[in-house]
């Protein structure tokens, strides 16, 4: 069966609530805000990272041709011992050169910890999407919401999406 893509927008739904445009779409580091929303009780476990072939909709966000193999790595970011946030990572080979090839080495380090903290780094508008299970590789039988932006460091571009799992959207809808 073939899925259509997930369609992002540029702007807020009218169905957000304000805590959930508050998550959505701010515009600081999210690992720095899921760390401090969790008092300590922060993990962060890599699922897959490897040389693959990004989907139709990530390659066009990164102006990249259709087939083109990358760095992709997907994650899952845990508060208070709950999954809370799903991340995919896309990182074109021709970003990971330079000073950047450590971008290769992450190992348990969140990704958003170094690009905050580059100089260099710019960042797209956030897009915001409600996604299936089908479109992220993680257990959920919900739509969950979901955010994505293209960060360029020294003009390099790499794309994160990020999906919020239900376990901090009972996190999230009680605060």
């Not at 702007?11 to 899921?34: C, F, N, P, V, Y």
């Not at 709950?82 to 080495?105: E, H, I, M, N, Y």
């Not at 969140?110 to 999407?129: T, V």
Request: glycine share 6%; aromatic share 8%; net charge positive.
């Amino acid at each position: 069966m073939r899925t259509h893509a997930p369609r992002w927008h540029k702007h807020a739904h009218a169905e957000l609530t304000q805590i959930q445009r508050q998550w959505l779409l701010g515009e600081g580091s999210l690992t720095r805000k899921l760390q401090d929303a969790c008092e300590g009780e922060f993990s962060l476990r890599i699922l897959r990272q490897g040389l693959a072939t990004p989907r139709a909709d990530e390659a066009k966000a990164l102006g990249l041709p259709l087939r083109q193999q990358a760095l992709i790595r997907e994650i899952v970011m845990s508060g208070h011992g709950q999954d809370w946030v799903f991340a995919r990572s896309v990182l074109p080979l021709s970003t990971l050169t330079g000073r950047l090839r450590q971008l290769k080495t992450l190992d348990n380090r969140p990704l958003g910890a170094l690009l905050f903290k580059d100089p260099s780094m710019k960042r797209s508008a956030i897009e915001i999407c409600p996604l299936a299970a089908e479109h992220f590789r993680y257990p959920c039988e919900e739509r969950c919401w979901a955010r994505r932006s293209v960060f360029y460091l020294d003009q390099k571009p790499l794309l994160v999406a990020e999906v919020f799992l239900p376990e901090f959207a009972h996190f999230y809808g009680k605060r």
